[in-house]
């Protein structure tokens, strides 16, 4: 599992990371979109992705490489 955050420090993104790890995709997410000016997203070990409402919207952002790269991970196994 990964867990990714982006917000205003470095010190709430690492704990809001950790918290994800504890939480999973569905609590975690849910925590995130909660939060003013915060965004994340989780990769699970089943070869998914989950992201808070507005992660895929970040300027200068682009998921495509690892979207494709998951579609062919859930392809192959």
Known sequence: MSA????????DA??????????????GIGLINSLEGVEGMILSKLSSASYSS?????PGLSLQGLENDLSQQVATN
């Not at 990714?4 to 010190?11: E, G, H, P, R, Y």
């Not at 809001?16 to 569905?26: K, R, V, W």
């Open 54 to 58: 507005g992660f895929r919207n970040l």
């Open 4 to 11: 990714t955050v982006i917000a205003d420090t470095v010190m």
């Open 14 to 27: 690492d704990a809001l990371s950790t918290a994800l790890f504890i939480l999973g995709p569905n609590k």
